[in-house]
């Protein structure tokens, strides 16, 4: 069965609040949850980026579902210390907590100074990663010279079970890439036809059988004139796409971007409606695909609004 969970979205709202919004998702029937791990916003409108894995720990305390998280090792974060944060987590929360790898987004990575390398260079830093923390997971004393470097490195307080890595994607040729090393994907939801060959490359190389969460980008409002309104300020600067997205280093940069939002190039990577009943017919057309879950990630800021009206009329019907 498909879990729906709730997007805990960290460059739109601050801690605290996000802290009160998985409370309440869980409460309105949601049964999992996903978090978002920047350091800065994708707009200076979305104005937030709190530290994830400060606020992961407390989420987690106060709620009893689980958690995935979305993490870039190897620039911001060395893979030895994001491997410590997550056998930490996983150590206090069994098996509630899985964790998803991708290569990285200058605006979050580039922050430290070191050259922001095309695609293939940041792949294959990403893989050495892996391999390096699949290696403290179990235990080992890790040391490796290569992209990263790691002396001697040990983690003394692990989870029975290590927490299980996804492959981030949202190409089918990154897709059957991490489908050779990854327990599980986590891709960005668009419509089905563009969500399709990722899922069936991921599962065709190597992926077959293993979990597939999908972060379903959703705009509901009570009319549509402010659903759309809602998507194009919050997300308008994320709707180019592509290397774009990968590539630029400031907020202000998705800004000017965002200028050339328009109601079309929004609704392709946005479902945008005031209707529950058809957001729940693009939840169901996703659900097809046989995910393990669909993390519904309303982009607007009424985030209270949302998680009751879709409480009531959208989880009842998929459950």
């Given at each position: 069965m498909t879990l729906l969970g709730y997007h805990a979205s960290h460059e739109q709202?601050?801690?605290?609040?996000?802290?009160r919004y998985v409370q309440m998702a869980e409460a309105a029937g949601f049964q999992c949850a996903k978090s978002s791990d920047h350091f800065h916003p994708w707009s200076e409108r979305q104005g937030e980026s709190g530290f994830a894995?400060?606020?992961?720990?407390?989420?987690?305390?106060v709620t009893d579902f689980g958690f995935g998280m979305i993490s870039a090792p190897g620039v911001r974060y060395h893979p030895a210390i994001l491997a410590q944060a997550a056998a930490t987590i996983g150590e206090m929360f069994p098996e509630r907590l899985w964790l998803a790898l991708g290569s990285g987004q200058a605006i979050n990575e580039a922050i430290t100074g070191q050259v922001w390398p095309e695609k293939a260079e940041r792949n294959a830093r990403l893989r050495e990663c892996v391999d390096v923390i699949r290696a403290l997971f179990r235990g080992e004393t890790v040391t490796h010279r290569g992209r990263v470097t790691v002396i001697e490195a040990r983690l003394y307080t692990r989870p029975k079970n290590p927490v299980p890595l996804f492959g981030a994607a949202?190409?089918?040729?990154?897709a059957a890439w991490v489908a050779t090393w990854a327990d599980g994907l986590l891709t960005?939801?668009?419509?089905?036809?563009?969500?399709?060959?990722?899922?069936?490359?991921f599962r065709a190389n190597g992926g077959a059988g293993k979990p597939v969460h999908i972060q379903h980008a959703l705009s509901w409002a009570e009319t549509e004139d402010a659903a759309l309104a809602q998507a194009l300020e919050q997300w308008g600067p994320v709707s180019a796409g592509g290397n774009i997205n990968w590539n630029l280093p400031q907020p202000a940069d998705f800004d000017t971007i965002a200028k050339l939002a328009n109601e079309d190039s929004i609704r392709d990577c946005v479902s945008v409606s005031a209707d529950p009943g058809q957001h729940r017919g693009w939840i169901e057309d996703l659900m097809t695909l046989d995910p393990a879950a669909i993390h519904l990630h309303c982009v607007g800021r009424n985030q209270e609004s949302f998680?009751?009206?879709?409480?009531r009329k959208v989880l009842p019907a998929r459950r």
């Open positions: 709202f601050s801690p605290s609040a996000l802290l894995w400060s606020w992961l720990g407390a989420a987690m305390q949202v190409t089918g040729e990154t960005t939801g668009g419509t089905l036809d563009t969500v399709r060959p990722v899922v069936e490359a998680i009751e009206t879709f409480g």
